[in-house]
């Protein structure tokens, strides 16, 4: 299983960002998926999860900023992430297992530095 996550950057505060997270050797329609991040100093952390049933749910922090979604043709999770601010620089990370709360499988990571 190998998960790929891809569309991090540079980008000012305000401004938007698409994470996508693609996998090979699973399908995330059938597995809860997420996206996490690792700011600099400091703990990974949950951002978004999405369940096999389509729920959602959301760190206070990114609430009504960050969407999680799914596009089961093309096996590919996205992190729609809106309104931008400098505390949101992280390393992002895509998992993925069988539940939300069994996240087995990783990704490399993407950077994302919002810029005051």
């Known amino acids: 299983v190998q998960l790929q996550a891809s569309g991090g950057g540079l980008v000012q505060a305000g401004g938007s960002l698409r994470l996508s997270c693609t996998a090979s050797g699973i399908i995330f329609s059938s597995n809860a998926v997420g996206w996490y991040r690792r700011a600099p100093g400091k703990q990974r952390e949950l951002v978004a999860t999405?369940?096999?049933?389509?729920?959602?749910n959301y760190a206070d922090s990114v609430k009504g900023r960050f969407t999680i979604s799914r596009d089961n043709a093309k096996n590919t999770v996205y992190l729609q992430m809106s309104s931008l601010k400098p505390e949101d620089t992280a390393v992002y990370y895509c998992?993925?297992?069988?539940?939300?709360?069994?996240?087995?499988?990783w990704g490399q990571g993407t950077l994302v530095t919002v810029s005051s």
């Open positions: 998992g993925a297992g069988p539940l939300v709360a069994a996240m087995i499988y």
């Open positions: 999405l369940t096999r049933g389509g729920s959602t």
